[in-house]
C-alpha cells in the first residue's frame, strides 16, 4: 500500500508539475552548454544547471526502486569520427542525499547553486573541423510538485583553437536571449527584460477568472451534451445498473458517486493528456495554424450535416460492446469505472465537437491550463446528472422518453455547429491574411443561418427524419422568436455596427470593407517603429499583445476600447502598439534566438512578438497590456482580460501622471 502511494503521489506530482511549468513561461532548470579544446586535442565539454529557488534536478546515479520509474540525470554525447571521451561525466561538486518530497525517500539531489559536469574528451585530429552533439536528460522537482521529464539538446563545431574559440562562444546556450536584430542602444533598451516583480502583479488576478470562465463553458457543455440523442438514452440504462447491482440504498449512492467521479476522472485524464503532450507556445500554435482551424471547420461541418440526418457517425459497436460486456463481468468499482468508460464511448458523435470546441476555444486562448481546466467543468455537467438520477430514481419517471424532441435537439446542434464552425475558418482566414472571410460577409452567414434557426423552430422547415407536426410548441416559439431577433441584431453589422455580442467570435472591425459607424484609433503593428514614434512626438505607449484567436481579446476591444472614455484617452494621449502573437506572416529573414536554455527559431511576424512577450515581460498569454515610457520600461502593472472600463481608465490616466514624472 505505501508503495502504491508513492507511485501515485509522484505520477500525481509529475502531471501537476506539468500545469505549473506551463503557465509560466520561465524554466525552473536552465542550462548552459559549452566545450574548449586546446592544440593537443585535449579538452572538456561543460554543461552548466541554474536552479529556480525550491527546485533540484536528481544524481547521475539513482537507487533501482521496484515498480517505481526514477529519472536521474544523463548525458549523452553522439559518437564523433576523431571523438573520444575520457572518463565518466563529473560534476563540480558532489550531490547531497534529501529526503524527496514526492516519493518520500532519501535520494541524491542538486539544488541551490549552480553546478557544473565535466565530460572530457580527445580529438585525435584537432585541425579537422568536427560536429559534436547531444543531450542532457533530467527531471526538476521541487517540494510540491516535479516537471515531466526534459531534454535539452546541444550542438558544437569544433576544431583548432583558432576556429573553436567563435564557435564555442556563438554555441552557449545562455538563459539571456539573443538580440532580435536592432544595433542600436534605444531598441537594445525597448528590448529589455523588466523587473519580474512588476509583470507578475496583475497576471494572477485574471488568470483565475479566466480559468473560472473556461470551466463554467465546460460545466454548460457537459449540460448540453446531456441532452444529445447519444446521451440521453444512457440515464435509465446506467441508472438501472447500478440499482441492480446495488440492492441497499446506500450502496447505491454510493457507486451514482463514483460513477460520476469515474466520468470526471476519464475526462481530465484526456484534458491533462493534452496539457502534457503539447506546450503552450505549441498549443497556440496548433490552435492558430490555418492547417489545423481548416480541419476542424471541416469536422464540424461533417458533424452538422451528420446531425441534420445526412448520415450517422458512429464508433465501432464492437468497441463500446466490448467495454459494456466488461462492465457486466467485472464487479465493484472496476465494473463502475467500465461502464463510465462505456458512457464515453458511446456518447462520442455527439459529444466529440462539443469536446473539440472546448479544447480549441481553451488553446487559442494560450491557455495551457485551459483544456484541463474545460474538460473538468465538462465531465462535472455531464456526470452530475447521472449521479442525481441513480441516487433518486424517481426522478425518471418525469423523464420524457426517447423520440421526436432528442431529434430536434440534433437538428438544433447541427446550426450551432456551422455557427461555430466560421469561427475557426476565419481565425486561419486572419492568421495568413487570406481575406476571404472578412466581417461582413462572416455577419452574412450568421445572419442567414439564424434565420434557419428560427424558421427550423418554428416548424417552418423541416428534414426528412423530422416528425410531422401540426403545431408549434410554445418552447419551439419562444425558441424561434430569439433566434429570429437574434439576426434583425445582426444587420446592423453589415454596416459596421460594433456587435459586442458577438465581438468574441466575429472578425474585428478593422476587415470590414463598408463602415458607417467610424474607424478605429491608429495604431502600429511593429514594435520598434511605434517605440520610435512615440519618442519623437513624446507620447507613452500602450502595447496589446493580441491574436487573430484570441477570443478574450475581441471582447476586450468591444466592451473596453469601444467606449468613449478609453478610445478618447488612447486616440490623444497614448500610441498603440498592437502585436498578434499568432500572425503567420513569413519574416524577410528568420533567425534563432537562445532562451531559458533552449535554442528558439523565428520564422513568423507572430513567433517574433510572442518571443518580445516571453522575453521582455516573462509571460506567455493573451490578452495582455502594458504602459510604456520612450525607454521600455514600464510605467504601471500589465493588464489582462478585465471589462471593468472604469478601473481601466484610471490605469491610462495613471499611466500618464506617472510617464510626466
Known sequence: MKQTHRILSAILAVMLGALAMAA???ANVTWTSAVDVDSRGDGAITWTARFEPGWHIYGLTMPEIKDMPTYPTRFTVQPADGVTLVGEVVASRPAETHLDPVMSLELPMWEGDPVTFTQKIHLA??????ELSGSIEYMACSAKACTPPATENFSFQIGTPSEKAPEAEENKTETAAIAVHAPSAEEADWWAPVESGITENAASASGNSSWWMIFAIGFLGGLLALLTPCVWPMIPMTVSFFLKTSKQRSKAITNAIIYGLSIVVIFLILGIGITLCFGASKLNEIATSAVF??????LLVVFAVSFFG????KLPSRWANAMDNKAETTSGLVSIFFMAFTLVLVSFSCTGPIIGTLLVEAASQGAILGPAVGMGGFALGLALPFALFAIFPSFLQAMPKSG?????VKVVLGFIELILSLKFLSVADLAYGWRILDREVFVAIWIVLFILLGMYLLGKLRFAHDDKKDHTSVSGLFLGVASLSFAVYLLPGLWGAPLKAISAFAPPLTTQDFNLYGGVHQEFDDYDKGMAYAREHG????????????VNCRKMEMAVFDTPDVRSILDNDYIVIKLHVDDKTALASPYKVDEYGKTTEIRTVGDKWSYLQRHKFGINQ???YMLLDNDGKPLAAPRDYDENVAAFVKWLDDGKKEYKK
Open 24 to 26: 509560466q513561461p520561465k
Open 125 to 130: 585530429s584537432p585541425g579537422v573541423s568536427t
Open 293 to 298: 482551424n481548416i480541419i476542424f471547420f471541416l
Open 539 to 550: 507620447k507613452p505607449v500602450m502595447l496589446d499583445f493580441t491574436g487573430y484567436g484570441c
Open 404 to 408: 421526436g424532441w432528442l431529434n430536434s
Open 310 to 313: 445526412a448520415f450517422e457517425i
Open 622 to 624: 493573451q490578452p495582455y
